[in-house]
């Protein structure tokens, strides 16, 4: 099992930044991935970013490229979120996930085992 626990929500202003961040324990050592996911109240989760653990390679939603930046603490076994430029529209949980295999760019909910409870981010305009 693995447990993730994710911190860093709140409410900032259109413009803004915020850091989340995803601590990870029990067996990480049998996931590849760690993903961020958000869901905004009515819709599907949807993919935001993921990174590799062995080789640090990320990629990213179109809706989020250029503005969020997501990074990792191998040591700690931590993964973050920087977000900047947060408009409106990045209004929604955004939950942490572990999974994938070795190759591709997981990106559906599917290919991840592992869910944190997740962390409320609200973007005032």
């Known amino acids: 099992q693995v447990q993730l626990v994710e911190s860093g929500g709140g409410l900032v202003q259109a413009g803004g930044s915020l850091r989340l961040s995803c601590a990870a324990s029990g067996r990480t050592f049998s996931s590849y991935v760690m993903g961020w996911f958000r869901q905004a109240p009515g819709k599907e989760r949807e993919f935001v970013a993921l990174?590799?653990?062995?080789?640090?390679?990320?990629y990213y939603a179109d809706s989020v490229k250029g503005r969020f930046t997501i990074s990792r603490d191998n040591a700690k076994i931590t993964v973050f979120l920087q977000m900047n430029s947060l408009k409106p529209v990045d209004t929604a949980v955004y939950y942490c996930a572990a999974g994938g295999g070795p190759y591709g760019l997981p990106v559906r909910t599917d290919e991840y085992d592992y869910w944190g409870q997740g962390t409320q981010v609200t973007v005032s305009s």
């Open positions: 990174i590799r653990w062995s080789t640090g390679g990320t």
